[in-house]
């Protein structure tokens, strides 16, 4: 799948947050980096289709199947892990193909605690793997990996490369080294 | 709830005030103005042993209840559609602030004069007392609802009946306990008093009424018991099982 996104703007209270952005994304990972407050977050939610342009198109998303890591973790605070699965791939959850998902992001495969009693790091892990258990055509990372440590970072990394082969993804970060550990491409909005 | 919630019931305290019950009746000396503990007692357990005592409550509890499960049958109905449509929202202001403003008294004697059937009259008030608490309680829980959740499961592509059993109900939910928890209470007062200006047959309120006729002063105090006893029972009861439905769902 092939997003083409031309000649973005988006703009809130007469204030520009996306200039003219153009870009065309493939199978793969795309790192989409540049300084705060440059639309980063803002051209992920149009992709999701959360936000409309003032002007541009976005095309190859009809009928795509979109899956997400918001920048807030987003989850069912008072449920388990597996249930923050479950709410998302309702017939499709198998538990066994979910705890080792989890396994896989360091978390554990069954844990009868709500995510409310999880860490900062462990409640975004469990935000990355239920959007890795969707089944998505279109996955969008903004900053995933917030809070995690060097090796649970690369463990989180890992996953992610193996987990999304042969599809599009597109990933906010700060870091450069993520890019590099990904083997991806980048996008700089400036 | 921890120990220092305010307004907690304890033993102690309830005994502290049956012992001033108690010595108001004896310093008073007059058992048909304030009969003791002790005579409201015997009196209750003599009512307590008669079949009577049990159908009279029995038909006033269904129909108060009726009223409240109406209530909360309407208030999901309406809050759902004021939370959707905002002309629904905006009709039914003027009807919840009148109810609101309207004195029961009111209320009872219109109802005694329009309803076909006494016995209807208790649902009927009890109905007007819970539906404005549980309607404006369970729109605020609707529109409390998280923006973002509902976002994220936009996205996913969610269908809206798990989206109602996993965002919805939980975030409603305690909003819901709060009004059912108010609501209840207002349900017992305001129905037995339209039981008592009803008079409908095998009543709680018909029992009052000749309490006060035949001067049986301990057989009123013995019926005021029993009302707040079962109120409060039955609360109890049914927070307990909204509880337990608020845990199962991670709340």
């Avoid at chain 1, 807030?72 to 193909?97: H, K, Q, S, Y």
């Avoid at chain 1, 450069?176 to 909005?189: I, S, V």
């Avoid at chain 2, 989206?163 to 939910?173: D, E, G, H, K, S």
């Amino acid at each position: 799948m092939e997003v083409r996104v031309s000649h973005l703007w988006k703009s809130y209270h007469g204030e520009p947050v996306l200039r003219d952005v153009s870009f065309t994304a493939g199978p793969g990972i795309t790192c989409v980096m540049g300084p705060s407050g440059q639309g980063k977050t803002t051209l992920l939610r149009i992709l999701l289709g959360l936000e409309r342009p003032n002007s541009g198109t976005v095309e190859g998303l009809e009928g795509a199947r979109l899956s997400a890591v918001f920048q807030e973790d987003r989850l069912l605070l008072g449920r388990t892990a597996l249930d923050n699965l479950r709410f998302v791939l309702g017939p499709l959850f198998d538990p066994a193909a979910a705890g080792e998902l989890l396994a896989e992001l360091g978390l554990p495969e069954t844990d009868h605690r709500p995510v409310r009693e999880y860490s900062g790091g462990m409640r975004r892990r469990v935000a990355l793997a239920r959007a890795l258990a969707a089944p998505f055509d279109l996955l969008v990372l903004d900053e995933p990996f917030t809070g995690l440590d060097g090796d649970t970072r690369r463990r989180c990394l890992d996953c992610l490369r193996e987990r999304s082969e042969g599809r599009t993804v597109l990933l906010v970060t700060h870091d450069p080294a993520d890019g590099e550990a990904l083997g991806g491409g980048y996008l700089t909005l400036r | 709830m921890g120990p220092d919630r305010p307004g907690r019931f304890r033993l102690w305290a309830a005994l502290v005030w049956l012992l001033v019950w108690q010595a108001g009746s004896m310093a008073l000396n007059q058992p048909l103005l304030l009969p003791s503990p002790v005579t409201v007692a015997a009196c209750l357990g003599r009512l307590m042993a008669t079949a009577a005592f049990w159908a009279d409550l029995g038909c006033s509890a269904l129909r108060i209840w009726g009223g409240f499960f109406l209530a909360c049958a309407a208030g999901v109905l309406c809050a759902a559609l004021a939370a959707r449509f905002r002309r629904m929202e905006e009709l039914l202001a003027p009807l919840t602030a009148t109810i609101k403003a309207v004195p029961v008294m009111s209320f009872i004697i219109l109802a005694f004069l329009w309803l076909p059937r006494r016995g209807l009259l208790s649902t009927l008030i009890a109905f007007l007392m819970a539906f404005p608490v549980l309607y404006g309680n369970l729109l605020s829980g609707i529109r409390a609802t998280d923006p973002q959740l509902l976002e994220m499961a936009r996205v996913f592509r969610v269908p809206p009946s798990r989206q109602l059993w996993y965002i919805r109900i939980p975030q409603v939910l305690p909003y819901f306990r709060t009004a059912a928890s108010l609501g209840l209470g207002l349900c017992w007062k305001a129905g037995v008093a339209a039981e008592v200006i009803g008079l409908p047959a095998r009543s709680v309120g018909e029992r009052l009424y000749d309490a006060k006729v035949y001067f049986e002063v301990p057989e009123l105090f013995a019926w005021t018991v029993t009302i707040v006893a079962v109120s409060v029972a039955f609360e109890k009861l049914f927070l307990r099982l909204v509880d337990g439905a608020a845990e199962r769902m991670g709340l």
